[in-house]
């Protein structure tokens, strides 16, 4: 037979056992949230897709954007394909299409606006997939652009294009630009084959406006640019 004192004892280790255990089931828990990888938020495209994307929204939150050789996005709209406009990275293996309209791009990398200019942190790399790379702006339309710096912002990384086909046609496009105001903190390595016709097959000279490259902002790394580029 157990004393009043024995039994209080007891309890009282109960309750002990009790809460070392829920304190160890919480601290499973705990580590179990902690253990969710940082790039849950990132977007790899595997398949045809029709909708534009952007590296802010990537995958529900903020994330790196991932077309594969065998991914496409295909749109007909002004505007970009895919949007770089937080700290991430974007990596083109596959196919950007932005055909037969006007304002057409590729890919921007937006670094804010006069009043609210951002500085990010990333890189685009458009590098040889499973078949050949390409930014199709062609067909109907004009004052397009394939890669795009724009904003009163900084973007440090570094821009590589790599044996890529970049299509353009319509006056008043551009191969890439770097707007005014806009700096580029990295290097900037031009490898792609980039064909730019004029809205009209027969026309020639300044009249067009075609810019290969435009770099009208800040640039404070490297420009090169690949034999037969």
Known sequence: RLSVGCRQKRREAQVKRSFLKRGLLLSAAGATLLSVPAHAANLDITSATTSAVKTSTANSGAGDITIESNGSITITQAGPAVTLDSSNNVSLFGTLSNKNTTGAQGILIDTGTNTTPATITGSLLVLPGGSTTTIDLSGSGTGRTAIKLDGNGTFTGNI????????????????????????????LTIGANITMLPTTANETGAATGISLVNLAGTVTGNVSVAAGS
């Not at 590589?160 to 770097?178: C, E, K, P, R």
Request: charged share 5%; net charge negative.
């Open 160 to 187: 590589a294009l790599t044996s890529a086909v970049i299509n353009i046609q319509g006056d008043s496009s551009q191969g890439i630009l770097l707007d005014s105001g806009t700096t580029l903190n990295g290097n």
